[in-house]
């Protein structure tokens, strides 16, 4: 199965933002979209969600169009993590992530006794279960993305799309949830995820596509795609490249 983009043209509806995307999540892969800031990439994630419509081109999803697929279906299929936000109601943490259930359930279902232990296993996965009773409001800010992305395990997904999902989270829980990215795609998902930090992406994903002004520029395994070359081109900077005497590299800016 794959989550794939071709010939993507999109943005809004007085904006195009982006154009001759094409693109394919794998199952059983990390795939990382790299770019500067105003490049395109939440509005690229938006778009293979189905959230807003293609300009031009097209979104499959196992050789299907997604715009045939249901809504209730697509969230079985496709969950999404997106930038930690501050929330309006006061939901406790166990709450927000039994939400994911929501696609499992009936259209006036209640959850049930299964529904409830994976919300409770999502939150034990993360090392959150402390927060379990927690008003989602009155978190930390990396709290609250950590209980987002518990929410998205709870869908029970094909695919997982992230955008930033260690922007807010200190160093610590930054490589906890890189780490579970990795754990998910070893279990048969396809997970796709934004990131700002080359260093990061060259450690997690097994593939990058690097996305500039709306296009892609390359695609491909990360260690021959990530280059201190093709990062100088991709932000118009410096890039001081360091290589350890094991043959691993690090990027600086320059």
Not at 179 to 198: A, K, N, Y
Not at 222 to 243: C, F, I, N, P, W
């Amino acid at each position: 199965m794959n989550l794939a983009a071709r010939d993507l043209s999109y943005g809004y509806r007085a904006r195009t933002i982006g154009r001759d995307v094409t693109i394919a999540l794998n199952g059983g892969e990390t795939l990382a979209l790299l770019g500067p800031n105003g490049g395109g990439k939440t509005t690229l994630l938006k778009t293979m969600l189905g959230l807003l419509p293609p300009q031009a081109g097209s979104i499959m999803l196992d050789q299907r169009p997604l715009a045939s697929i249901s809504v209730a279906e697509r969230a079985r299929l496709i969950a999404y993590v997106p930038q930690s936000h501050a929330g309006t109601f006061a939901f406790t943490a166990f709450e927000i992530v039994l939400m994911g259930r929501t696609a499992h359930m009936g259209l006036l279902g209640a959850p049930s006794v299964k529904d409830r232990a994976v919300a409770r296993a999502m939150l034990e996965r993360l090392g959150i279960a402390h927060l379990a009773t927690q008003p989602y409001t009155m978190i930390s800010g990396g709290e609250r993305q950590l209980v987002l992305v518990a929410r998205a395990l709870a869908q029970e997904p094909r695919f997982i799309i992230l955008d930033e999902p260690t922007a807010s989270l200190d160093f610590g829980n930054q490589g906890k949830v890189m780490r579970q990215i990795r754990t998910l795609t070893g279990e048969g998902l396809g997970v796709l995820f934004t990131s700002h930090d080359p260093n990061q992406v060259l450690r997690y994903a097994d593939r990058v596509a690097l996305l500039g002004e709306g296009r892609i520029l390359t695609v491909g395994r990360t260690r021959d795609v990530l280059t201190g070359s093709a990062l100088a081109g991709l932000y118009k900077a410096g890039v001081e490249v360091l290589t350890a005497a094991d043959g691993r590299v690090a990027f600086l800016p320059g």
